[in-house]
């Protein structure tokens, strides 16, 4: 079992900058692809980024590229979502989750861990 628990969730204002971490338990975590998902209200959970377990390969939604990054710290068991330049149409609950030796990974459904995710709301 891998646990997963997100952190740094807010309210910002729309150009502001958030960053989000989940921290890993219970296996190895190096041995993780790593992806960020969230969901709006009323709406369906969208892919946002994610990356390999190896750390050599990313994978973003086109209406993040330029903005957001996705990285790791295997010694700190944790993945990071840095999200500069916010819209309100990035508001949702963003979920972390988990694929064991994977590549990059958007598809939902191939992924085994989830958090319980954190809200960012950001105001226009």
């Known amino acids: 079992q891998v646990q997963l628990v997100e952190s740094g969730g807010g309210l910002v204002q729309a150009g502001g900058s958030l960053r989000l971490s989940c921290a890993a338990s219970?296996?190895?975590?190096?041995?993780?692809?790593m992806g960020w998902f969230r969901q709006a209200p009323g709406k369906e959970r969208e892919f946002v980024a994610a990356?390999?377990?190896?750390?050599?390969?990313?994978y973003y939604t086109d209406s993040v590229k330029g903005r957001f990054t996705i990285s790791r710290d295997n010694a700190k068991n944790t993945v990071y979502l840095q999200m500069n330049s916010l819209k309100p149409e990035d508001t949702a609950v963003y979920y972390c989750?988990?694929?064991?030796?994977?590549?990059?990974?958007?598809?939902?459904?191939?992924?085994?861990?989830w958090g319980q995710g954190t809200q960012v709301t950001v105001s226009s």
């Open positions: 989750a988990a694929l064991y030796r994977s590549q990059a990974v958007r598809t939902e459904g191939h992924y085994k861990y």
């Open positions: 219970g296996r190895t975590f190096s041995n993780y692809a």
């Open positions: 990356m390999g377990w190896s750390g050599g390969s990313t």
